[in-house]
């Protein structure tokens, strides 16, 4: 339901924010306004989790259903996979070293 409103929310408005998103942030509301609502939302929690793999059986269908194109384009893949992992750590060090320097810590020590 939550999600429904949240995408419901989102096209009405125009937000640049996915509905699902705006979704679990409604969710979030309402657990810190009525706390007591975890008790109600946790056996469906628990049952989603247990059963979280099988959300990944459709990215792994369209995976496989496009092999002859990811053969096509390994490269751009290749390229594209090591180039945003190289930036994703060069990212988390940069922030790393920031932080430690505005908290007056030496981040080579």
């Given amino acids: 339901g939550a999600q429904l409103v949240g995408v419901g929310l989102a096209g009405a408005l125009g937000l640049p924010v996915p509905g699902p998103v705006l979704g679990m942030g409604l969710v979030l509301a309402a657990l810190v306004v009525r706390p007591g609502l975890l008790a109600v939302l946790a056996p469906t929690a628990r049952a989603i989790l247990a059963h979280l793999a099988l959300l990944f059986v459709p990215a792994g269908v369209g995976v496989v ?29 940069l922030t790393f070293v920031a932080v430690a320097r505005l908290m007056g810590e030496r981040p080579d020590a």
Wanted: zero cysteines; aromatic letters at 0%.
């Fill in 65 to 93: 259903g496009h092999l002859a194109r990811l053969g096509d384009e390994a490269l751009a893949v290749g390229v594209a996979l090591v180039g945003s992992t190289v930036l994703a750590i060069a990212a988390g060090a």
